[in-house]
């Protein structure tokens, strides 16, 4: 399976939203409803944020938000926050697992 | 509180073998699915393997497949990765994963925590 597109970056100024899209197919992100997203600062684990398209674990904070249309999936960060700044990667669920590219947030 | 550790990772010849163990703590490690994923110095994730908490099931991502062996002892809370015919592309930092429980069918598709990783670097 081929990674699911993801842009290489996106910025955004404190308090302003942004928006991270994941493309994939209908093999993937448009036949599963399996699709999470997980931030990761640099040297560190990835932590999942966002699960089942659009539900949020316990203590991650109400900006992000997840969703979904046909084959692509979006993350959204809304009142950016300097800790926010890192890189973050979607997955599906897709018979076995394909991650996205990748895109890294930088809060200006 | 939910506790993955990696060890195992290192520097290894083309050719070679390695095995990763992850220890788990904090949780009832026999409940849940567990996988391997690796990342690439610089580079994305990629999902490697799967193995049910029974260890009936078992996945393997085409690129590691009938080289990489995945298995578990839950009596030692205990994940591991047999290594073999490792290869240049094969370096990566190596993660184990733990999968969300508690959906219908067993799986939930999700992995919700994971272990800080450890290095394997496949080099002459």
């Known amino acids: 399976q081929s990674a699911l597109t993801q842009p290489r970056s996106v910025s955004g100024s404190p308090g302003q939203s942004v928006t991270i899209s994941c493309t994939g197919t209908s093999s993937d992100v448009g036949g599963y409803k399996y699709v999470s997203w997980y931030q990761q600062h640099p040297g560190k684990a990835p932590k999942l944020m966002i699960y089942?398209?659009?539900k949020r674990p316990s203590g991650v904070p109400d900006r992000f938000s997840g969703s979904k249309s046909g084959n692509t999936a979006s993350l959204t960060i809304s009142g950016l926050q300097a800790e926010d700044e890192a890189d973050y990667y979607c997955?599906?669920?897709?018979?076995?697992?394909?991650f996205g590219t990748g895109t890294k947030v930088t809060v200006l | 509180q939910v506790q993955l550790v990696e060890s195992g990772g290192g520097l290894v010849q083309p050719g070679g073998s390695l095995r990763l163990s992850c220890a788990a703590s904090g949780f009832t490690f026999s409940d849940y699915y567990m996988n391997w994923i690796r990342q690439a110095p610089g580079k994305g994730l990629e999902w490697v393997s799967y193995?049910?908490?029974?260890?009936?099931?078992?996945y393997y991502a085409d690129s590691v497949k009938g080289r990489f062996t995945i298995s578990r002892d839950n009596a030692k809370n205990s994940l591991y990765l047999q290594m073999n015919s490792l290869r240049a592309e094969d370096t990566a930092v190596y993660y184990c994963a733990r999968e969300r429980s508690g959906c219908s069918g067993g799986s939930c598709y999700t992995f919700d925590y994971w272990g800080q990783g450890t290095l394997v670097t496949v080099s002459s």
């Open positions: 193995i049910s908490s029974s260890g009936s099931t078992i």
């Open positions: 089942d398209v659009s």
């Open positions: 997955c599906s669920y897709a018979g076995s697992y394909v």
